[in-house]
């Protein structure tokens, strides 16, 4: 039955992501592509953020973070901060590596254009029905769509990145 009703939803979330405003974390060439909305104040993501380096740094995953801002009051500029940026994937990373410092600072002008892009990507993950951060959207062995709300425990990491560690 879940198959049944929450299949198309999830491809049908798979097309709308594709389409988001995204980081990307890792190869363009991965084969393993994951979205994952993603708050820059959120323990959790930064969590992922960790577990995931094994498979991101081998190459074999890209993590696309859709930038979102619904935790605490910095949490959307940071994430416009980051999305305006020169290089968006190294302005994510710098904020990831300070992450207990609090992550990027915010920039003075954030343009109105990246402040939009947050508001769009807060708007999809709403009309989704996700509600927590980091929510993991990915595709299992089969093709099929999967979806993890909330920090992935024991064998869900190696599920949703497509493996054994390596």
């Known amino acids: 039955l879940q198959r049944i009703v929450s299949g198309p939803q999830a491809e049908k979330a798979w097309a709308q992501l594709e389409s988001s405003h995204w980081v990307r974390d890792g ?7 994951v979205y994952e909305f993603t708050d820059p104040n959120c323990p959790y993501c930064h969590k992922f953020w960790q577990l ?8 074999e995953v890209q993590l696309r973070h859709v930038m979102v801002g619904i935790l605490m009051a910095d949490s959307a500029p940071k994430a416009a901060t980051i999305l305006a940026a020169d290089d968006p994937s190294e302005a994510f990373a710098v904020s990831q590596h300070n992450y207990d410092q609090g992550g990027i600072q915010v920039a003075k002008d954030i343009p109105a254009a990246a402040r939009e892009k947050i ?6 993950m709403k009309s989704l029905g996700y509600f927590a951060t980091p929510t993991i959207v990915y595709k299992n062995d089969n093709g099929e769509v ?4 909330g920090l992935p425990q024991g064998n869900e990491v190696e599920r949703i990145l497509g493996g054994p560690k390596p």
Do not use: F, T
Not at 119 to 124: G, I, K, Q, V
Not at 146 to 149: A, D, L, R, Y
């Open 27 to 33: 190869s363009e060439d991965a084969e393993v592509i």
């Open 52 to 59: 995931a380096r094994p498979w991101v740094d081998a190459g």
């Open 146 to 149: 999967g979806v993890k709300q």
């Open 119 to 124: 508001a769009a990507n807060n708007d999809l």
